[in-house]
C-alpha cells in the first residue's frame, strides 16, 4: 500500500490537546508502515516550522514522539515529505534526524502503474496576487535568511499566532467547495492536462475531501485535514486509490479562545 497524507498541523495553538492530536497522528503512522510501501506527507505537517541557525535538539523537543515516529517509519518504508505552506522552513535537519527524503517542489512520479502528479498545492492555479506574493517572499532566500537569525522563542511567537490567525478563520467559517471553475487545482490539473497527462493527481492544502474526474480520465484527489476530518489516501497495488478516514472517536472541545473544534 501507498498511503498519503497532509495538513496535519502539529502544535496549532488552536488545538486543545495538542499531545493527543499528535499521539492520534503518531498512532495512524504506525498502523500505516505495517504494510506500506511508502508514505507521502504533503506538506503542513506542522502549523509552523523553521529550522533557526541555533541548535534545534531543545528547540523541537516537544516534537520529539512524532520526529521518533518519522524515523521508525523510515527505517520500514520510503517517506517522501513535501514542505507546504506552514513548514516550507526546511534547511535539512529534520531530513537528517528522521530519514525522509524532502521534497520542495511539486514531483510527477509514476506509483503502482498510475502517473501521479503530487503536491502541497498552494500556489497552484491560485489567482490570489496577495497570496502569490507572500509565497514568493516566504520562499525568497534572502528573508529566510533573516528570519532564521531570530531568536527561536522570538520567531515561533510570530509563526504560530500567524498560523492560528488561519486556523481560527477556517473554524468559524469551515471551507465549502467552489465549483470546478473556481476550484485553483483543479483549474491547475486542467491546464496541465493541456501539455502532461497524469492519471491521479493528488494535493494537500485545501482541507477539503474532494475527488473529481477530468474529461482527459485523470483524477483529482484533495485528502482533507488530520485535525478536523482526519481523513488520507490510500493507493493500492492494483491501482485503485480511495479516501479512508481514520476511525477514532471525536470529541467536541473549545479551546483557550472559545473556538469550537473537533478532536479524538
Not at 1 to 27: C, K, N, T
Not at 197 to 213: A, P, T, V
Request: net charge negative.
Amino acid at each position: 500500500m501507498i498511503y498519503f497524507i497532509s495538513d496535519i498541523h502539529l502544535g496549532s495553538l488552536v488545538m486543545a490537546d495538542p499531545e493527543l492530536h499528535q499521539q492520534r497522528f503518531i498512532s495512524l503512522l504506525r498502523k500505516m508502515e505495517q504494510d506500506a510501501t511508502a508514505i507521502y506527507l504533503l506538506g503542513d505537517v506542522f502549523d509552523f516550522w523553521m529550522e533557526y541557525y541555533w541548535p534545534n535538539e531543545r528547540h523541537f523537543a516537544r516534537f520529539a514522539p512524532v520526529i521518533e515516529a518519522l524515523r521508525e517509519a523510515a527505517s520500514r518504508c520510503e517517506v517522501h515529505y513535501f514542505i507546504g505552506n506552514h513548514d516550507l522552513w526546511m534547511f535539512g535537519w529534520l531530513e537528517k534526524q528522521t530519514g525522509v527524503k524532502m521534497h520542495y517542489a511539486p514531483l510527477t512520479v509514476d506509483l503502482y502503474g498510475k502517473r501521479c502528479f503530487l503536491a502541497h498545492g498552494d500556489g497552484l492555479g491560485s489567482r490570489d496576487r496577495l497570496f502569490l506574493f507572500l509565497r514568493a517572499y516566504f520562499h525568497h532566500p534572502v528573508p529566510q535568511f533573516f528570519y532564521r537569525l531570530l531568536p527561536p522563542a522570538l520567531g515561533d511567537r510570530f509563526g504560530y499566532a500567524w498560523a492560528a490567525s488561519s486556523r481560527r478563520k477556517e473554524l468559524a467559517h469551515p471551507l465549502e467547495y467552489l465549483g470546478e471553475k473556481n476550484e485553483d487545482l483543479i483549474r491547475f490539473a486542467r491546464a496541465h492536462e493541456e501539455s502532461e497527462h497524469c492519471d491521479l493527481y493528488i494535493f494537500g492544502h485545501r482541507h477539503l475531501e474532494l475527488s473529481f474526474m477530468l474529461p482527459s480520465r485523470a483524477n483529482i484527489h484533495i485528502l482533507g485535514d488530520f485535525f478536523r476530518q482526519y481523513t488520507y489516501g490510500v493507493l493500492s497495488p492494483d491501482g485503485v486509490f480511495s479516501l479512508e478516514q481514520d476511525g477514532l472517536q471525536e470529541v467536541e472541545t473549545e479551546d483557550r479562545n472559545g473556538v469550537s473544534v473537533a478532536f479524538m
